[in-house]
């Protein structure tokens, strides 16, 4: 396929929960340095959807115009030689229910944009998938990638426990921790039953875990298989740790099994602030004292809920 190339953008649209709008909102900000009130992002940073598990859809801006026609107009430059195509309408927008495209119109956008492109169309299992979208009063028009939420099949664990993270929620917190997986090293030195770690692992991301439960460790183990995932579990306390991290996510102990002190709370801290330079701490308690007296300063922050149970998400170097 030939394209005009130009300086990139990406268009990306999100479905999150209200109760999950701070987590979403503070993924974006780890991924593009800022975060959208709306379900549409712009950015010129590529984040494949599959990462997010809000993310919804990514469209690669090829062209963009202040009407329709201008969108006809350039995609007369796209050669498809003999590979197939598709073209999908974005439902998302931020039209005004007034300007709403309904179901039909949405069909026939489609089908006038496809008489200009130079290909055989395709709907089933097409070589190209396209999209248009309009947003800002503007139409964009590009290559398209949909989500395919793969965390989703994460969720029917082996073994798993009522107090751990949610899959979604262990997801995004693994994207908060590495946004970017190039040549970082991840640590989870209190993996539990490893959530984080299997939606690490299957991101790419780097990382080994710990745990004081020898039971607990077991049933890792188990999970990671289950998913045909590797990497090293220890059975261990993480004052044992004698490597360096770039980061470390740590579920802080919480639940009636764990009787955890402030005391034991700082020492977990200060271990974690000596073999990480980065952390993202998930905890259902007020530790932000704790948390300064073992050295890191709170990057950012937020809080998600499920139910009456409220955990907060604190990003600290």
């Not at 007034?98 to 070589?127: L, T």
Request: proline share 4%; with cysteine; glycine share 6%.
């Amino acid at each position: 396929m030939t394209i005009k190339k130009h300086e990139p953008l990406y268009i990306y649209t999100y479905g999150y929960r209200l109760e999950e709008t701070e987590l979403c909102q503070l993924e974006m900000r780890t991924f593009f340095g800022t975060h959208s009130e709306t379900g549409l992002l712009k950015s010129v940073i590529p984040i494949h959807p599959d990462r997010s598990p809000f993310m919804r859809e990514r469209l690669e801006v090829l062209y963009e115009g202040e009407c329709l026609e201008e969108i006809w107009e350039q995609v007369k430059q796209i050669e498809l030689k003999n590979e197939t195509f598709k073209v999908i309408f974005i439902k998302m927008n931020d039209l005004t229910p007034d300007n709403k495209i309904e179901f039909d119109e949405q069909r026939s956008i489609e089908r006038d944009i496809g008489i200009y492109i130079e290909g055989e169309a395709d709907v089933r299992q097409p070589d190209h998938v396209f999209g248009i979208l309009t947003l800002g009063g503007r139409w964009y028009f590009g290559s398209y990638i949909k989500s395919k939420a793969v965390w989703l099949n994460h969720m029917q664990k082996p073994r798993s426990y009522s107090i751990a993270l949610s899959t979604r929620v262990a997801r995004a917190v693994a994207n908060i921790a590495v946004p970017d997986p190039a040549k970082v090293k991840a640590i989870d030195p209190c993996c539990g039953i490893g959530t984080v770690l299997v939606e690490a692992l299957s991101m790419d991301i780097d990382i080994v875990g710990r745990d004081i439960n020898h039971f607990v460790v077991q049933g890792t183990r188990e999970n990671l298989v289950h998913f045909d995932l590797q990497t090293e579990v220890v059975c261990g306390d993480i004052s044992e740790v004698t490597n360096h991290y770039d980061v470390a996510i740590v579920d802080m102990p919480y639940n009636h099994f764990s009787h955890t002190t402030p005391e034991a709370q700082l020492a977990l801290l200060q271990h974690t602030r000596r073999i990480a330079d980065k952390a993202v701490i998930v905890t259902v308690g007020a530790i932000d004292e704790l948390i300064a007296s073992a050295g890191f300063t709170i990057q950012d922050r937020c809080t998600t809920r499920k139910g009456n149970f409220i955990r907060q998400i604190i990003l600290c170097k």
